[in-house]
């Protein structure tokens, strides 16, 4: 599979807060990336580097062969981009934007198959304006799309989008990924969202990849201490260990048969995940 994406030591400071302190990253074509991490870790500024909005410090950058700081035309045509927040097309008509968007493309979606693909289908006539938060997601979803884009950039999608929503959401991504060859790169706050979503994601923290693989990966790297309790002299005992079975089975030897209130605790996967990016659980 060949590369949609290479970045390696990538380096971003504004003024002299250094934000991404080498960064090196890898994404397939035709894969669904995530890149999660806190507020505030850089994930947008990776992007808009990606995207070729932002001029980068340091590093090396390709982007479907090209280096975002070269861009041409030609090359954001293959980009398909949906920003955080999109406040302008108020009084535009939903199916007539995408419609006029689609007009700038050589093989754009079928405007209606894509609103249906979006959810957006009885919005259809309405303005973009009165579109509730998570409807107006949708949408901005469906103008990223509409171009066939090769790579599709989404910062934080979900934000706003009702249980139900994002399922769909999650499946026509999948669809798009699997059917058009589409590569995704989509940043979220959520890992259960990149866990269930995603080929592989990487964790920003503290300027760098912590961590980057698929969610079995990831889990597994991610992966805190478990916690073992007993009872022993009157008192509940509390062991931290990475192998809780190793542990059960030397107290369960030690007590020559049943542990007295014996209890294991394994990590969720959040709180492996906040544990890692150096959070309080
Ligand atoms: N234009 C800018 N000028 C100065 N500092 C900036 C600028 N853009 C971002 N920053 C700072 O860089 C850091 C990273 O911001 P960025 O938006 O890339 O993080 P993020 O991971 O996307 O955060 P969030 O999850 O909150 O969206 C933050 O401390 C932010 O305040």
């Given amino acids: 599979m060949s590369t949609a994406v290479s970045v390696r030591g990538l380096r971003m400071s504004y003024g002299a807060a250094e934000v991404l302190r080498g960064v090196d990253l890898e994404i397939r074509r035709g894969e669904i990336f995530t890149l999660l991490g806190p507020n505030g870790a850089g994930k947008t500024t990776t992007i808009e580097i990606l995207e070729g909005f932002r001029k980068r410090s340091a590093g090396e950058v390709s982007v ?24 302008d097309h108020a009084r535009w008509g939903v199916r007539e934007l995408i419609v006029h968007l689609s007009g700038f493309y050589d093989d754009p979606h079928d405007p209606g198959e894509l609103l249906a693909a979006v959810g957006l289908d009885e919005q259809a006539g309405q303005q973009v304006g009165r579109l509730s938060g998570g409807q107006r997601r949708r949408l901005d979803v469906a103008l990223g799309i509409v171009g066939r884009p090769e790579l599709l950039f989404l910062d934080e999608p979900t934000t706003g989008f009702d249980p139900e929503a994002r399922n769909d959401f999650h499946r026509l991504l999948a669809r798009l990924a699997a059917d058009d060859g589409m590569t995704v790169l989509l940043t979220t ?71 007295p209130g014996l209890e294991i605790r394994r990590p969720s996967l959040e709180e492996s995940y906040l544990g890692l990016i150096g959070r309080n659980v």
Avoid: Y
């Fill in 64 to 87: 479907l062969g090209t280096d975002p700081g070269k861009a041409t035309d030609a090359w954001r045509a293959k980009l398909g981009i949906v920003l955080q927040n999109w406040r």
């Fill in 189 to 259: 706050h959520d890992l259960v969202e990149a866990e269930k979503l995603a080929h592989r994601t990487a964790i920003l923290s503290g300027g760098r990849i912590a961590v980057c693989g698929t969610p079995a990966e990831l889990a597994q790297a991610v992966q805190a201490p478990s916690q073992v309790r007993w009872l022993e002299d009157g008192r509940e005992q509390v062991m931290t260990t990475p192998d809780p079975s190793q542990a059960a089975w030397e107290l369960h030897r030690r007590f020559g048969g049943p542990v």
